[in-house]
């Protein structure tokens, strides 16, 4: 059995901008992404940004847009991502029955 160790952070830079670290212990990495929020008027949204970058791994970052409405209970999501070398879809759907199950 093998055990990782790890942390992670993300930061809200503005209304608009984030930042994540992910920190791995064991094995040494670090992996970093953002977002950035071009249109958001609730309830809809729309962001770009990238996911996955590993310079210590030598992974490159996978850029993203994605799509979204964010309701009172219904969140739905669409986008795309370049992952490796090839283009990937994005969707979701949750659903919050209330703010404690969120």
């Known amino acids: ?6 942390c992670k952070a993300e930061l809200g830079l503005t209304e608009w901008a984030e930042l994540a670290v992910f920190r791995g212990f064991e094995p040494d990495e670090w992996i970093f992404g953002t977002e ?3 249109f958001r008027k609730e309830p809809y949204l729309l ?4 996911i996955n970058w590993s ?3 030598d992974e490159d970052p996978q850029p993203f847009i994605e799509a979204g409405y964010w309701g ?10 370049h992952a490796g070398y090839k283009n990937e879809a994005i969707l979701g759907y949750a659903y919050d029955f209330n703010e404690r199950w969120r």
Request: a positive charge.
């Open 47 to 50: 962001s770009i940004g990238f």
């Open 72 to 81: 009172e209970h219904h969140k739905v999501c669409i986008g795309a991502i």
């Open 36 to 38: 950035i929020g071009l």
């Open 1 to 6: 059995m093998r055990i990782r160790i790890n």
């Open 55 to 57: 310079p210590h791994l």
